[in-house]
């Protein structure tokens, strides 16, 4: 099970189905890791986002992304608040950079990524 701030994604439907939602956070859908990116879907296993790699700075980023009838998937060239609200993700650009990174380079199956502080958001230090 990943938990992003709240927002639980899981690996597989019986892990799913065995999500206490009260306990841990809210059921929004699941996830698959492949070696460069981690794809998120929604409850009816429909491909939204993306957590991706980039190649030129090795950075990882939320991108929105779907799949066309044929199987074929596109992935946008970033996320919509509506995407970085269901991932937990924050608003500004290096807090996002950050969150994904420390999500997409944990290394866990299924990591438990906390929200940044507040002043890290606005790009602030104590």
Known sequence: MMNLNGNLYAAKQAEFDQTQ??????????????????????????????????????????????????????????????????????????AERDYANAIFLSGAPDPLVPAPPADHALGLTP
């Open 21 to 94: 939602p009260d306990q841990s956070g809210t059921p929004r859908g699941f996830f698959k890791r492949y070696k460069n990116r981690i794809e998120f879907f929604d409850m009816d296993h429909r491909l939204f986002a993306a957590l991706v790699r980039f190649a030129d700075s090795g950075d990882c980023g939320f991108v929105n992304a779907g799949q066309f009838d044929d199987g074929r998937k596109f992935y946008q060239h970033g996320a919509s608040d509506r995407t970085l609200d269901a991932l937990g993700a924050p608003r500004t650009y290096m």
